[in-house]
């Protein structure tokens, strides 16, 4: 059974800093390039940043270069560290497998605002 266990969002002040987790289980975690998206309602979710096995990364331009995604294949677990937030940055945070799986977990929301 697969499980995408999403966890370390909140709220933050502009300029502030978060890391988000996402613990996995039902997939062979270490032969997957994993993903970490974002959406926000009323909006296509959108592809923040990739992570392929070995560690090739890759993300989206409007990161530039504030977040790093990193991933520990031991646990189960890829992690986004998010440096400089801004409100732009407000939204539910979900990891995925690249290409997605229909499932998706529940998102950790993060909320960017003073």
């Known amino acids: 059974q697969v499980q995408l266990v999403e966890s370390g969002g909140g709220l933050v002040q502009p300029g502030g800093s978060l890391r988000l987790s996402c613990t996995t289980s039902?997939?062979?975690?270490?032969?997957?390039?994993m993903n970490w998206y974002r959406q926000v309602p009323g909006k296509q979710r959108e592809l923040v940043a990739s992570?392929?096995?070995?560690?090739?990364?890759n993300y989206a331009p409007f990161v530039k270069r504030r977040f790093t995604i990193s991933r520990d294949d031991a646990k189960n677990t890829v992690y986004l560290q998010m440096n400089s937030l801004t409100p732009e940055d407000t939204a539910v945070y979900y990891c995925?497998?690249?290409?997605?799986?229909?499932?998706w977990g529940q998102g950790t929301q993060v909320t960017v605002s003073s």
């Open positions: 039902g997939f062979t975690f270490s032969r997957s390039t």
């Open positions: 992570i392929a096995e070995p560690t090739y990364v």
């Open positions: 995925n497998k690249n290409p997605p799986l229909s499932f």
